[in-house]
Nanobody, 123 residues
Framework: QVQLVESGGGLVQAGGSLRLSCAAS????????MGWFRQAQGKSREFVAAVDSSAQKTYYHDLLRGRFTISRDNSKNTVSLQMNSLKPEDTAVYYCAADPTGWGNSEYLYNVWGQGTQVTVSS
């Protein structure tokens, strides 16, 4: 089973960009679909994006497609989330997660989670 550690969060002004990274330990990383989720204060966790195990397919929350881009590098055991044109409503803790069975937008498919990284977008 992999273990996940996110990095790259921080404070950014509206309109700016951030790139989140998630480093995975373990030799089975390439067998997992990977996803990014976020949770704003007082709200439930929300799907952001996913990529399949071979990096051939990506899937985005409809409202985030075009601003966010997910990618992975199986040779480096990493998955990234490039976030552009950030808005104050993007403020949340962002989590990467691993799904061993397939891929999708339900958090219940993912059984390995990182600790999260805070993204704060100021207006």
């Amino acid at each position: 089973q992999v273990q996940l550690v996110e990095s790259g969060g921080g404070l950014v002004q509206a309109g700016g960009s951030l790139r989140l990274s998630c480093a995975a330990s373990g030799r089975t990383f390439s067998t997992y679909a990977m996803g990014w989720f976020r949770q704003a204060q007082g709200k439930s966790r929300e799907f952001v994006a996913a990529v399949d195990s071979s990096a051939q397919k990506t899937y985005y929350h409809d409202l985030l497609r075009g601003r966010f881009t997910i990618s992975r590098d199986n040779s480096k055991n990493t998955v990234s989330l490039q976030m552009n044109s950030l808005k104050p409503e993007d403020t949340a803790v962002y989590y990467c997660a691993a799904d061993p069975t397939g891929w999708g937008n339900s958090e219940y498919l993912y059984n390995v989670w990182g600790q999260g990284t805070q993204v704060t977008v100021s207006s």
